[in-house]
């Protein structure tokens, strides 16, 4: 089992926690399970949408459009064909 890290106070709003709670009574896990897994899904969720938006902004630099794409790929992967 993991160690543990320091407990810390978070507030939440009542009626969220009773959400929270019955999720997690439904689903026969601790409330803090589901709470951790909520927050890992939001971080990741989190993590992605930096990722698309620094993706946007380089096409945008560079001048590309989404009609740009099916022919970047191609023109990739021709590329790995001919061992570049």
Same mark, same amino acid.
């Given at each position: 089992? @993991?160690?543990?890290? =320091? =407990? &810390? &106070? $978070?507030?939440?709003?009542?009626?969220?926690? /009773? #959400?929270? *709670? /019955? /999720?997690?009574? %439904? %689903? @026969?896990?601790?409330?803090? =399970?589901?709470?951790?897994?909520?927050? %890992?899904?939001?971080?990741? &969720?989190?993590?992605? *949408?930096? $990722?698309?938006?620094?993706?946007? =902004?380089?096409?945008?630099?560079?001048?590309?459009? #989404?009609?740009?794409?099916?022919?970047?790929?191609? %023109?990739?992967? *021709? #590329?790995?064909? *001919?061992?570049?």
């Amino acid at each position: 089992m @993991k160690p543990r890290a =320091e =407990e &810390n &106070n $978070i507030a939440i709003p009542p009626s969220l926690l /009773a #959400e929270i *709670q /019955a /999720a997690a009574e %439904e %689903e @026969k896990r601790p409330a803090e =399970e589901v709470l951790r897994e909520a927050i %890992e899904r939001y971080l990741r &969720n989190r993590r992605w *949408q930096r $990722i698309l938006a620094y993706g946007e =902004e380089r096409a945008r630099a560079l001048g590309l459009t #989404e009609a740009d794409v099916p022919r970047l790929i191609a %023109e990739y992967r *021709q #590329e790995q064909r *001919q061992g570049r």
